[in-house]
């Protein structure tokens, strides 16, 4: 028994210990200039909403390959689950471990905006990405997707698919979701420019959840035999509306569309319910970020029409000076699908 | 009793030292005061409801729901704010609100004579859902600026949360001192004997409950005014990690045995632990099998080692008759 105790002690004390020269090499990275492509090696932090979800999970994969691209160290981590406290906490010992750029998706911009403050007063230059927080002193806004040109786009696949005439409906996420309703926003006004032939027979809500999603489209369709389409705002709203039309059995009749993930559309796009959908890549979206990150970390500032290897032009957001927006969405069809792995 | 105690404490404050020690020669920012600063401020909340947690866990009782009411009452506060309240009305609300919580729990388990372990697991999940029913989950922040002065000023060159904390330790060691205080021991110890002592084990209990929801209360204000922003979910996993440091303290989780000093120091060690991790750039996964392993480890050396004989060993006595306090203690 004694021995035992000994035992633990000892190898308290050696797990104390194993934790010094481990990271010694990691954090060490910001300043030591052993650089593989000649440049000076950055450090870049990179706080998701949370951790654990498919799309942050692809985020990060993006962000990964451009750091290795880069010579950049990424730190990346969240908490568990969405927690603005437990974000704040991280972001004060980050500024602690030492970084040179923080690059952050905050689940509250007003909650988060001192600890930005206390970057940017210890010099570190800030980046949001996937959700802004304006009104902060963050420099730059690495916007995943254009929102007028996504809403539009929804809109002409639905009228293309429908030939320029008939009913269509709308299922949006929840009915105070800012980007939702800025998307519908852009949906709505190219429907009235471009497709008065058209008619929005109405928008219903599913609070993101897919079974509401599929229960709505259900009724939906039951209450409206003559409706020829539905537009699924975000990807639980789509991909419940696809639910409900395969299980009706009236992939013939009604078109679908809308936004989400391959990996959860593709089924929908083999048994005929969707032809053709969008979504940004968020691999893409974490690539990006890294890169504008370690760009930032060596003086270069983003400025349009500045070539980033691997990912094209930058291109800056009209209506806000520091806001970058990523490429056109991808639509995905029948004969693409296949080629993402996401 | 008392020096088997104390030898506990000293091992939990040499792995501190052990681990400072390792953290600073690795990032000597470590030991910076702002570091130490954020240590503090990050973890008050949780001393607070951990101090609570050794009340409870002396009776032999557990409360589930600690984090919940944390929760309902950082939203309560919320709530008063967004309606226009002053920052002290709404704060006292947020107080009012987490003791009526506590009462709640207190009433069932005494007056109910229900076990506390289904009691505040089942309020866990109400207080919970309560916080998410009124405030439909969203976040709520844009607070006055009044508002946030609490959890980010200072007094005497140290934030408010340390002054905080301190008076709550202080608060529960003279409680723990008092006729009550005895109680909690006592009943912890052998209830039915409590009674027939003639002990007020009931009311005794239910001011235990009653401290914790309090406790719970204050902490919610500490990180309300820190974050200035409150949204449903806040304190999740606070009830756990209450517990663990009140059991890394030494306590008995079957009552009776346990001191607050302990819990202090089972605080700080996981404070350091999870703070030295986020330095070291161990991610929040491993962050949570880390705390796991630590736990596991400290009671299993609790468990096992003979402390009086350790000490021997080492020479170090300071223990009287080691052999037969040890024999009593089993």
Known sequence: MKRFGHVLILAAVAFTLACSPETDTETAGGDGPEATSGEERVTVAMLPKLKGIPYFNLCEEGARRAAAEENVDLIWDAPLEVNTSKQVQLIDDWLVRGMDVLALASNDPQAIAPSIARAKAQGVPVLTWDTDSPGTERDYFINQVDGRVLGRMMMDIMADELGGEGQFAIITGGLEAENLNFWMKYIKLQHTEQYPEMELVGVWHCDSNRQKAFDVATNLLQSHPDLDGIIGNDSAAFSGACDAVEKMGLQDRVEVTGLSMPSEIRPFVKSGVVDKFLLWDPRMLGYLTVKVAANLARGVEPEPGQLIEGYGEVRFDPEDADALIMAPPTVYTATNIDDFDY | ????????????????????????????????????????????????????????????????????????????????????????????????????????????????????ILVTLGAMMLFRGLAFGFTGGEDMSGFPAEASLLGNSRFLGLPWHF????????????????????????????????????????????????????????????????????????????????????VLGGASIFGGRGTLWGTALGVALLAVLQNGMNLLGVVQEWQTVATGLLLIAVIAINERVSWSAVTKRLGLRWGRRPDVLESRER
């Not at chain 2, 409870?56 to 939203?75: N, Q, Y």
């Not at chain 2, 506060?77 to 309606?83: D, F, H, I, Q, S």
């Not at chain 2, 205080?181 to 052998?190: I, L, P, T």
């Not at chain 2, 235990?208 to 919610?220: K, P």
Request: hydrophobic residues 55%; aromatic residues 8%; contains cysteine.
């Open chain 2, 163 to 246: 002054w905080m904390g301190l008076a709550v330790f202080a608060l529960c060691v003279v409680l723990r001192h008092t006729v009550w205080g005895r109680s909690v021991y006592a009943m912890g110890g052998n209830e039915t004997a409590a009674r027939l002592a003639g002990m007020a084990v009931d009311r005794d209990k239910f001011l235990v409950y009653l401290l914790i929801g309090w406790l719970s209360a204050l902490a919610a204000l500490l990180y309300t005014s820190r974050v200035g922003s409150v949204r449903a979910n806040e304190g999740e996993w606070l009830e756990l990690q209450a517990i663990t440091c009140v």
């Open chain 2, 1 to 116: 009793m008392k020096e088997i105690t104390l030898e506990r404490n000293l091992f939990l404050f040499v792995l501190l030292v052990l681990l400072a020690g390792a953290l600073y020669l690795n990032n000597p920012r470590f030991l910076s005061g702002i570091n130490l600063s954020n240590v503090l401020i990050h973890n008050t909340p949780l001393a607070l409801i951990a101090f609570g947690m050794t009340f409870v866990i002396l009776t032999g009782g557990i409360d589930l729901s600690v984090g919940s009411i944390l929760g309902l009452s950082a939203c309560a506060v919320g709530m008063a704010l967004e309606a226009g309240w002053s920052v002290t009305s709404s704060f006292l609300a947020g107080l009012g609100v987490g003791m009526l919580c506590g009462s709640f729990n207190g009433l069932l388990i005494t007056a109910g004579r229900m076990p506390p």
